[in-house]
C-alpha cells in the first residue's frame, strides 16, 4: 500500500517522500481514508505507531482542498490539543514538514513561555492551531483566538490529559466548539473515563485500534535486569560503558530521582540531562536539543515529559523503574523502534517491581528475558531454593558488582535469556 493508493494529494505526497516516508503505517492506513471520508475517529493507539501523521495528513489535505475555494484567507479551522509542551512542539513541526508545499500555516500555543511570539503568529493569520489547554484557554479568554470556526478538532492523548488534570479545561474548550465539524480522539489506554469523555466529542463515528502488542512485540527486544534499588545506578553506568548506543533514553518514576541520576552519571563521567515537569520550558528544550544532537549520552526523562519526544534511531530504552501502570511500560519502549526502525529496550526490575513485571508480560502477551549477565544481580527479593542454599554459601550470593559475578548464571525464575539477552551481551563487542 502507498500513500498515493491511500488518496493523498500531490503536494502532500511530495513532502512524504522528502520526509523519507516509503509506507504508510499501520495506523495510516487504516485511519486515512476515514478521515478522508470526513468521519469521526476514536483512535486507540500511542505515540510511536505514526499517528501525528494519520491525524494531520488528512486534515491537511481538507484544508488544503478547501483553502483554494476560499482563497487562502487565514481561519483558524483546526485545532489539535495535546497534554505536554513537547508533544504540541512535535506535532507542529511535523505538520510544518507535511505541509511544506501548501499555503497552510500553524502555530503552537503552550504555557511556560511569554505569549508576545505566539499572539503575534495569531495576528499573522494561521489555519491550525497545536496548543496545551491552559494557554489556549488563557489566549481565548484575551481575545486572541476564537473556535468559532473549528472545522477539525483533535484531542490527542487523552488518557494523558485526564491524568493530568485537564478535564475542567477540555468540557470548557468542548463547549465553545461549533457542532458541525470533524473530530478525532486519540488515546494510547481505553478506560472507562476515557470513553465516557469520547462520547461528548465524537459524533457518528469509527474506531481504529492499534494494539500495543503489534507496537512493540515485533519491533522492540526486551530484556530485564533483577537489580536491587541501591544497584540501580551502577547497573546503569555499567550497561552504558558496556553498550554502544550513542543516546540512551533512561526512564525514572520521580522527579527527584531523574535529578539524582544525572548527578551519578556526572560523577562517573557520562553526560546526561533531565526532563520532567520542575524544569522550565527552556531548561526542557535544552536538554532535549543536546540530546537529539548527540551532545548528551543519556536523557533521563518522567513519563510526563518524556511524552512528545521523537528522536529518530533511539536504539535503546531504559526502564530504570518499572512503571505499574503497564500500558506506561508500552509507551516508553515506543520510543525506541519508532516506525521502521527496531531497538532495544531494558528494564530494571527490584523485588517490589517485581509484580510491575508480570502485569506487563500479561498485557504484552510475552515473556521478557532475564539477562544473566548482570554483576548486580539481585539476590536478595526472592529467598532462595534449597537446593541453592546447599550449593552457595549466602555470602557467595550477595553480588560484589565486580562484573564478574560468581553467581552470573544463578537465576531462580527458570525466565532464562534467550534472544534479548543474546543480543544485549553481543553488543559488547559492537
Ligand atoms: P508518531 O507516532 O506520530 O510520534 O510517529 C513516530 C515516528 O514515525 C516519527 O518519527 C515519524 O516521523 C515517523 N513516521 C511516521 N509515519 C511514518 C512512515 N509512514 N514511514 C516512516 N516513518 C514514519
Redesign the pocket.
Known amino acids: 500500500m502507498t500513500?498515493k493508493e491511500l488518496g493523498v494529494i500531490e503536494p502532500i505526497l511530495r513532502a512524504?517522500s522528502k520526509?523519507?516516508?516509503?509506507?504508510?503505517?499501520p495506523i495510516?492506513e487504516r485511519s486515512i481514508p476515514i478521515l478522508l471520508d470526513k468521519k469521526d475517529l476514536l483512535g486507540c493507539?500511542?505515540?510511536?505507531?505514526?499517528?501525528?501523521?494519520?491525524f494531520t495528513i488528512p486534515i491537511l489535505q481538507h484544508m488544503h482542498l478547501e483553502g483554494k475555494q476560499d482563497r487562502g484567507a487565514k481561519i483558524v479551522k483546526t485545532l489539535i490539543v495535546t497534554p505536554t509542551r513537547e508533544l504540541a512542539i512535535?506535532i507542529n513541526e511535523?505538520i510544518k514538514d507535511y505541509a511544506e508545499f501548501t499555503r497552510l500555516r500553524s502555530v503552537v500555543i503552550f504555557g511556560g513561555v511569554k505569549q508576545g511570539a505566539q499572539t503575534n503568529a495569531l495576528r499573522r493569520g494561521v489555519d491550525i492551531i497545536v496548543a496545551t489547554p491552559g494557554r489556549l484557554l488563557d489566549l481565548i479568554g484575551q481575545g486572541y483566538i476564537t473556535l468559532k470556526h473549528i472545522e477539525y478538532f483533535v484531542l490527542d492523548e487523552a488518557d494523558q490529559m485526564l491524568d493530568m488534570g485537564f478535564i475542567h479545561d477540555i468540557k470548557k474548550l468542548i463547549a465553545m466548539l461549533p457542532h458541525n465539524r470533524q473530530s478525532l480522539f486519540f488515546s494510547a489506554t481505553m478506560p472507562r473515563s476515557i470513553v465516557d469523555l469520547s462520547k461528548k466529542i465524537l459524533g457518528d463515528h469509527e474506531k481504529v485500534t492499534i494494539k500495543p502488542e503489534q507496537a512493540t512485540a515485533e519491533k522492540v527486544e526486551q530484556v530485564a535486569y533483577h537489580v536491587a534499588k541501591r544497584d540501580k545506578t551502577k547497573l546503569l553506568i555499567h550497561l552504558l560503558e558496556l553498550l554502544p548506543d550513542p543516546a540512551v533514553l533512561v526512564f525514572s518514576r520521580t522527579k527527584h530521582g531523574a535529578d539524582k541520576i544525572v548527578k551519578q552519571l556526572d560523577k562517573a563521567g557520562i553526560k546526561a540531562a533531565a526532563i520532567h515537569g520542575n524544569k522550565s520550558q527552556a531548561a526542557r528544550q535544552r536538554a532535549l536539543k543536546a540530546f537529539k544532537e548527540g551532545k548528551l549520552r543519556a536523557l533521563i526523562a518522567t513519563d510526563i515529559a518524556a511524552r512528545g519526544i521523537?528522536i529518530?534511531e533511539l536504539s535503546l530504552v531504559v526502564n530504570y523503574d518499572l512503571p505499574n501502570v503497564p500500558e506506561t511500560y508500552v509507551h516508553r519502549i515506543?520510543r525506541t523502534g519508532?516506525?521502521?526502525a527496531s531497538g532495544v529496550a531494558i528494564s530494571f526490575c527490584n523485588g517490589e517491581e517485581r509484580p510491575y513485571l508480570k502485569d506487563i508480560q500479561k498485557l504484552i502477551k510475552q515473556d521478557i528475558p532475564i539477562h544473566d549477565e548482570n554483576p548486580y544481580e539481585d539476590d536478595l527479593t526472592e529467598p532462595p531454593t534449597p537446593k541453592q542454599k546447599q550449593r552457595q554459601p549466602r555470602s557467595n550470593r550477595r553480588s560484589s558488582g565486580g562484573g564478574n559475578s560468581n553467581n552470573r548464571n544463578s537465576r531462580r525464575d527458570g525466565n532464562k535469556s534467550q534472544g534479548g539477552g543474546r543480543r544485549t551481551a553481543s553488543r559488547r563487542s559492537d
Open positions: 500513500f512524504l520526509k523519507g516516508y516509503k509506507n504508510p503505517t495510516q493507539a500511542q505515540t510511536g505507531t505514526g499517528k501525528t501523521a494519520a512535535q511535523n521523537d529518530q515506543g519508532r516506525a521502521e
